[in-house]
């Protein structure tokens, strides 16, 4: 029973382009969402959140966006550099719950 | 230069033996966390902790002890009756007492069986 999903295993991108990752998930419950980035043999880094109360939230090229009627939400990366290629999981929790739920992840290819 | 260390780097385990990977943090943080992450799937927790003397089960306990006798430690034992202990372990910590916070992960220990 995957409760947050990552349909896409792997994006390939253009440097300078836009990297959009995307993330679906079926408890309504969850109300609190997370993106994290992860290289190689290195723990998972936190990139952005989102609450339920929001819809968007900025911090410099990373933007995420939730769409609480599609249980959907995405990562924009503008501009995608180099540095960005790694693995990106998305997470989500309820209210009170100290569990994290995690997606599998969708490893991101910049291209020069 | 706050953060979480995980010991060792990698580790091997032969069949019978029980093994304790390290976690310390020094962020003062309440809540700590164990997780397994096996190739091409998100994290699965095996245990938590809340607060110093109190951990509880995750999804995947089974095969697993922890203990929290410090704030700052929180050592994760795969025991012999883990049949399938090959993955790489992340520990992680947050402040849940101030609401919705991320989790800060360790770099993670790799286990295999020799």
């Known amino acids: 029973d995957q409760q947050v999903k990552q349909n896409s295993p792997s994006l390939s991108v253009q440097e300078g382009r836009i990297s959009i990752l995307n993330c679906d998930y079926t408890?309504?419950?969850?109300?609190?969402f997370l993106w994290y980035k992860k290289y190689p043999a290195e723990g998972p880094t936190f990139l952005i959140s989102i609450s339920s109360i929001k819809d968007k939230n900025e911090d410099g090229r990373f933007t995420v966006f939730l769409n609480k009627s599609a249980k959907h939400l995405s990562l924009h990366i503008v501009p995608s550099q180099p540095g960005d290629s790694a693995v990106y999981f998305c997470?989500?929790?309820?209210?009170?719950?100290?569990?994290?739920?995690w997606g599998a992840g969708t490893k991101l290819i910049i291209k020069p | 230069d706050g953060g979480i260390t995980q010991s060792p780097k990698y580790l091997f385990r032969k069949e019978g033996q029980n093994v304790t990977l390290s976690c310390e943090q020094n962020l003062n943080h309440d809540a700590m966390y164990w997780y397994r992450q096996d190739p091409g799937q998100g994290l699965r927790l095996i245990y938590y902790?809340?607060?110093?003397?109190?951990?509880q089960k995750g999804d995947i306990a089974e095969g697993y002890s922890v203990s929290r006798e410090k704030k700052e430690s929180f050592p994760l034992t795969v025991t012999s009756a883990q049949k399938n202990p090959t993955a790489f372990y992340l520990c992680?910590?947050?402040?849940?007492?101030?609401?919705?916070?991320?989790?800060?992960f360790g770099d993670g220990t790799r286990l295999s069986i020799l």
């Open positions: 408890n309504s419950m969850f109300d609190y």
């Open positions: 902790s809340q607060i110093v003397n109190d951990f």
């Open positions: 992680a910590s947050n402040d849940r007492w101030k609401g919705n916070q991320p989790q800060h």
């Open positions: 997470a989500a929790s309820a209210r009170n719950n100290y569990q994290l739920i």
